[in-house]
């Protein structure tokens, strides 16, 4: 738990996807892509850095600041032809293979689909999020 908050159920990507083809925009939409982070037992600095101090991740401690997800969503929405964007993030004490995070992105063609995922998973992660792997 983290200021008493504990980890959440996982989302139905099914049902996303079945809620965002019945939106309206979805006629605009030609690709749906998801992202699910989930801890894992590497450290990040050993898949990031190359820095190996033989430590394996039991856990993670995971938090966000939801005003800072929801501006980034937004800022999301005004990239080229982009039509849905969903995000769920976790919180509390995680293990190792729990969901961290889902992003939902829809759009009208594959690079701009790619590059809104890019965009918002990285600004969530660097900017958004506090997380601290317990080893």
Known sequence: MINGKMKKLSPSIDEWLKEAKNNPAALQEGMFLVHNGVVRQTPKA??????????????????????????????????DGIFHVRVWLNQGKLEL???????????????????????????????????????
């Open 46 to 79: 050993k898949v990031r850095q190359g820095i190996d101090d033989g430590s394996m991740v039991r856990g993670m401690e995971f938090d966000y600041d939801a005003a800072m997800v929801d501006a980034a969503i937004a800022e999301t929405y005004k990239m």
């Open 97 to 135: 293979g729990d969901d961290i995070m889902y992003v939902l992105i829809g759009g009208d063609i594959r690079p701009h689909v790619i590059d809104a995922l890019q965009f918002l998973v990285e600004k969530i992660k660097s900017e958004c999020v506090t997380e601290i792997e317990q080893k």
